[in-house]
């Protein structure tokens, strides 16, 4: 068994396992940190290993395409551990079996898509671990301008990895920051930052980097192109079904509840409806790149 260690967002966290299954963590390279940068105390640590199934109680079950995520809990001696089943073409590819607070992992493989199970513990590790933490792992694209990052928000099919796309085809300066998980983190003076993680969908984009947050912007599609700005009500509103976490978990709803009231009330925030063209980019680049920041 080895271990590696890795840093997302200001956080680190590491991973003991068989070499064959670390050597599957080629998208986790960028985070890996060298043996000097590694602190006494991760954020968590996530043991890999192959065994037998695990026996748990159903809570709530998420479906994606091929993907489905199931989540419980198992009761072992007097403790009630959170339990997430991994399952891909209806396949199981592992159970991980947390602590309590979320920073131990046990991860039990079946064989089936090993890479898919381990990345999928690791992500669920992360959100739920940084919480509390003022970090959010967001599902969205997120660009970079002139030295600000911008997320575009809105529900699967939406267009988000098209808006970006567009970005970076006709305005310049721009980068794909992430295009399906980026991370937000809120310093103690308050300001958010976007953060690149190993987690970034069908786009092998994973780049650790780091941006202040110039503006949030959820997307629908229109036959029309038309952006208006969001109060701090329909911001929070938009922000929540974008954010992983565990709502039903009263310490973690807590952690994110903090993290998204503060973007609401001091990251510009948008609604553009629009039609996948180039107009549509370059008005919502000129609206949100001449916005201004509410004081913190």
């Known amino acids: ?34 043996p000097a940068r590694v602190r006494p105390a991760s954020v968590f640590a996530l043991a890999i290993a192959e065994g037998a199934s695990v026996d748990y109680t159903e809570e709530l079950r998420q479906s994606e395409e091929c ?54 513990a690791l992500m669920v590790l992360f959100a739920l671990a940084t919480a509390r933490k003022n970090t959010a792992l967001f599902h969205a694209s997120a660009v970079s301008h002139d030295g600000v990052a911008y997320l575009f928000l809105g529900k699967s099919g939406t267009g988000k990895s098209t808006h970006a796309r567009l970005w970076l085809q006709y305005i310049g300066g721009c980068m794909l920051v992430n295009d399906d ?10 300001r958010a930052t976007v953060y690149g993680s190993p987690w970034s969908g069908k786009t092998p984009c994973y780049k650790n980097v780091s941006f202040p947050l110039g503006g949030i912007v959820m997307l629908s599609q229109a036959s029309h192109n038309r952006i208006r700005r969001l109060d701090g009500l329909e911001a929070y509103a938009v922000l929540v079904p974008s954010i992983s976490g565990k709502r039903w978990d009263a310490a973690i709803a807590d952690g994110l509840h903090a993290t998204e009231n503060a973007l609401a009330s001091h990251v510009p925030a948008w609604h553009l409806a629009c039609r996948p063209d180039e107009e549509a980019a370059r008005l919502c680049e000129t609206t949100i790149s001449n916005s201004t920041f509410p004081p913190f």
């Open 1 to 34: 068994m080895d271990t590696k260690y890795y840093e997302v967002a200001g956080h680190q966290f590491q991973v003991t396992g068989e070499e064959k299954d670390l050597a599957l963590m080629k998208n986790y390279e960028p985070f890996a940190l060298a």
């Open 67 to 120: 993907e489905e995520i199931v989540c419980g809990y198992v009761q072992r001696a007097a403790e009630r551990l959170p339990v997430f089943e991994f399952c891909w073409t209806g396949q199981t590819a592992g159970w991980l079996v947390c602590s309590p607070d979320y920073s131990q992992g046990q991860l039990t493989l079946t064989g089936h898509t090993r890479q898919m199970a381990i990345d999928n």
């Open 181 to 190: 998980n980026p991370v937000v983190r809120i310093a103690d003076d308050g």
